[in-house]
């Protein structure tokens, strides 16, 4: 698989990286342990070198799956994960981007990912009660104690980032970003692509909707996170049906599936973009990163430019209390 370079640091990583969180949380019971490994193992051997996973999958267990898949190719791939939340009774209380909690998060997850360094440590949501700047600090300490490799954001605004910057290089930011939730071009982008810094879209298949697997009699296991997600009610799933089709249609055109067109535009948008989709079957993993080999013409995406913007997508991409977490 092509490679990209993320940041001015020089982070070579695969030019489609594996999300991990849905192998332990999300979207339904987690996995088998044994099936978690493999999964992740089989996305090495089809040239990923980028896994992404967070303390707050599991929470914990993401993290330790992800350490024991990756232990025998190491110094092969590079492991991204996150701080930003406290847990009570193993569950999220709220955010904590304290210096000293960030020191300890650090600490806690070398342990279970089994490594000497984290390759990319990112700040997984703002924390309106710490300064940016104490918290780009801590994480430079990190880096200067070869803990840390280099630092990111996840779900930043403009100052937020801008002001991290000034402090401790950021290499990335990590924010959602699909065909179907495009608000990113507006002004991160541009900001991104001012200073420097790589992007890497999360959820960029519409946490699955983009694959035409999902309908509005489609039901979710209860733990599922999409019941609770605006976009995903049965009424706007219904209506958002219709992009689905049109992108259905162009895959066809292109020999493709939807969600290889979904991954190929994103890819197509800039060179330092570098989404992380996530499965637990290793049917959608080739599928997936079959995407990396699909080639959008210019004609081809002003196609898709002009169909996505003629339908509006119905439903907000979270729950009220969690859009408040985003963008700060």
Not at 23 to 42: C, H, K, M, N, V
Not at 192 to 221: M, N
Not at 279 to 293: I, P, Q, S, V
Not at 299 to 323: F, H, K, T, W
Request: charged share 25%.
């Amino acid at each position: 698989m092509q490679k990209r370079t993320l940041g001015k640091g020089g982070l070579e990583v695969s030019a489609l990286g594996f999300g991990c969180m849905g192998i332990s949380f999300g979207y339904g019971p987690a996995t088998s342990r044994e099936d978690g490994l493999a999964i992740i193992r089989a996305a090495v051997d089809g040239g990923v070198t980028f896994f992404d996973t967070a303390e707050a999958y599991g929470p914990f267990t993401n993290e330790e799956v992800v350490g024991e898949a990756l232990g025998p190719v190491r110094d092969q791939v590079v492991i991204a994960t996150k701080f930003g939340f406290k847990f009570e009774n193993g569950k999220q209380a709220g955010l904590d981007s304290r210096p000293a909690h960030i020191r300890e998060v650090a600490e806690a997850s070398l342990r279970r990912l089994k490594t000497d360094r984290i390759d990319l440590l990112y700040q997984h949501r703002v924390d309106p009660n710490v300064p940016i700047e104490d918290v780009a600090g801590a994480v430079k300490d990190l880096i200067r104690e070869g803990k840390v490799m280099h630092f990111g954001l996840s779900e930043a605004g403009v100052g937020t980032i801008r002001r991290a910057h000034a402090v401790q290089p950021v290499t990335a930011l990590q924010s959602e970003y699909s065909l179907w939730f495009r608000e990113p071009e507006k002004e991160i982008l541009p900001a991104l692509e001012e200073l420097g810094i790589g992007f890497v879209p999360f959820s960029p298949l519409g946490k699955g909707f983009l694959t035409g697997k999902i309908d509005d009699k489609t039901t979710f296991d209860s733990t599922d996170f999409r019941n609770v997600v605006p976009r995903f009610t049965p009424e706007n799933r219904k209506a958002n049906l219709a992009f689905v089709d049109w992108l259905t249609t162009f895959a066809d055109r292109k020999k493709a599936t939807p969600a290889q067109v979904a991954l190929a535009w994103l890819l197509a948008q800039k060179p330092w973009i570098v989404p992380i989709p996530g499965t637990t079957k290793l049917t959608r993993l080739d599928e997936n990163l079959g995407a990396a080999a699909i080639e959008l013409s210019p004609e081809d995406l002003r196609d898709i430019e002009a169909a996505a913007s003629g339908i509006r997508v119905q439903g907000d991409r979270y729950p009220e209390n969690l859009m408040r977490m985003t963008g700060r």
